[in-house]
Every structure is written in C-alpha cells, then in structure tokens.
C-alpha cells in the first residue's frame, strides 16, 4: 500500500530533509509521533556490533527501545511488538549500506497501535534508510573537512575555492580569519584567468591590514554534480602556533636525540641562531656549540642550514 499523500508531505519530506537539522530528523519524529498518537517516537543508529547506540527521539514521556541484541536479531522491513512492561509499542529495523542499522520506534501507554500504524512504518523503513545513508555521507563530509581543517591550519595554509569565472566557492576557517570572511581583491580575476589560460601557479599580492600573497594553482577537481565546480585554488600563508617543546619531543623521537639537544634543534628549526637558542635554552654559548656537534653527528647533518632543512621537511616541523 502507498503513502497517502498527506504522509508524503507530512512524514516523508522532513524524513529527507532531517538530515540536515542541528537535531536530525526532529520534525520528522514529531510529526510522527502526532500521526500515530504515540508518546514517543524515536530512531535510533548503530554503526556496527561494537558502536554506541545514537539515539533521536520526540517524547511526550519515557519509552524503553528492547534490549540491544534482541533489536540486532530483527529481520529489517519487518514490524515487531515491543514489550508490553513499558505500554505498546511497534520497532522496525532498517539495514544501511555497510555494517550501520537503524530502528524506528514508536510507544505509547494506552491502547495498541493499529495494523495500518505498523503498515505505515513498514512503507517509511526503506525512506529511513535512504536519509541514513545521506546523513552519514554528509558526516563523513564533516568530519574529512574538519580534520583537513587542521592539518592546513598545523602546516600554516589557507585555502580558497575559485570557479572558472574567478567566482569565491568557499574559503577554509584559516584563509576567513587572515583574509575576512568577504574577502575579494582587486585584480583576482585576471590572475585566476591567467593561471588557466597558461595552466600555470600564480602569485597575486593581497592588501589588507596586512599585505599577503596568494598562490593561484590550477586544479583538477572532479565537478560536482550541481553548482559549479572549482577551477583555481588559492593558497594563504596564516599563521602558526608552534609548540617548540612538542617539537622537541618530536624531534627527539625521530632522530634519538636527548631532551637537551632535542631542545637546541626545536630553538634553531625555529629561526633562532646558536647564541640566541643558547640564551633561550639558558646555555652557555660552548655548552650549545657541543650540543651541535651531536646534533649534527646524530642527524648526519653538514650545519644548522642542513639540519634546519632536515627539520622542516620531518613531520617535527608540523608541530
């Protein structure tokens, strides 16, 4: 049987489109919980055996799920009885693409669910399912993003997003905070031209409260199916929040060095000269040149430009 096309504005429009509420799904599980009379309406998600359950829920009280095994025992599609301790109640399992499921689950305290309630949630299973596999793809986005986020920001990089016509896609949270969230110069549009029109890197000055240079790199990038997909990406130097002493730690790590030297190697891959680590470290100025000659016996280094080159191409210099 179909959804009435009540339900299909109703229940499946904001089942679709909860995947991108700040509380997945809520109107969805409100809406629902009022079409069946319940007191609450609820899905909740599993990634997988080992995996916490996530839960969603609208409630006008409290309303128990079953026991997580007997819910994984589920044939999905099919709408079984909850236990009748905590009132009624109807579950169904929906199967994700890979090892995540879901259920949905409704409960009430007075009076059973009727055959067409539990036929509606059999029609509404294989539409959870689709809005599931579209919320965890959007996840999956965020959190590639975020962690991209800040690897760029640890590396000292922002990145900004121009389409063929050199019109701004999107800017990461690093370009936005040097360059401002409105950012356009003047000029951007010949440069960004340019770089495609000679399949070439350019490098544009930009004026602000500080002058910045931009890097302009033609990219590859496969285009999306809608909208229009980037052409040129732009590279900003932003600053870095070094952590000298985790960067000697790292050093240490890589190159088997004591503390001590560990430490003058983070001071000079810092910009520092010798005398002027020395006084940072607290070192007499021999103290530090014995301390380089390890260094630079240890790390098979010729001086301090050789081993500052070493540091800076080490995962160290991410620190």
């Avoid at 997988?48 to 095994?69: E, I, K, L, M, Y």
């Amino acid at each position: 049987m179909a959804l009435a096309p009540a339900d299909e504005t109703d229940l499946l429009l904001p089942l679709h489109d909860g995947v991108h509420e700040q509380h997945p799904w809520a109107t969805f599980l409100s809406r629902l919980r009022q079409r069946v009379r319940a007191d609450s309406a609820a899905i909740i998600v599993s990634a997988g055996p080992d995996a916490p359950d996530v839960h969603f829920a609208a409630s006008a009280g409290q309303g128990g799920s079953g026991d997580r095994a007997w819910r994984r025992q589920l044939r999905p599609g099919r709408v079984y009885v909850l236990d009748r301790d905590q009132g009624f109640g109807r579950i169904v399992r929906v199967d994700e693409v890979g090892s995540a499921s879901a259920w949905l689950i409704v409960r009430r305290q007075e009076r059973d669910f009727t055959a067409a309630d539990g036929a509606l949630l059999t029609r509404l299973a294989p539409h959870l399912g689709i809005s599931l596999r579209t919320r965890r793809a959007l996840d999956r986005s965020r959190v590639e993003l975020a962690l991209s986020e800040q690897a760029l920001r640890r590396a000292g990089v922002g990145w900004i997003g121009f389409d063929a016509d050199a019109r701004l896609l999107s800017m990461s949270s690093g370009a936005q905070a040097v360059l401002g969230p409105r950012w356009l110069a003047v000029g951007v549009s010949s440069s960004v031209a340019a770089a495609l029109q000679e399949n070439a890197v350019k490098v544009m000055r930009v004026r602000g409260d500080m002058p910045h240079w931009l890097l302009l790199i033609p990219c590859s990038a496969e285009p999306p199916a809608t909208g229009s997909g980037a052409a040129v990406i732009g590279l900003v130097a932003i600053p870095r929040n070094g952590d000298q002493a985790a960067r000697a730690a790292a050093l240490s790590a890589i190159f088997a060095l004591p503390p001590s030297e560990a430490r003058l190697a983070a001071a000079i891959a810092g910009g520092a000269s010798l005398s002027e680590a020395a006084a940072q470290l607290g070192l007499t100025l021999e103290t530090a040149r014995n301390y380089s000659k390890r260094l630079f016996a240890k790390t098979r280094t010729r001086g301090q430009v050789d081993l500052v080159r070493l540091i800076a191409n080490s995962v160290a210099a991410l620190v």
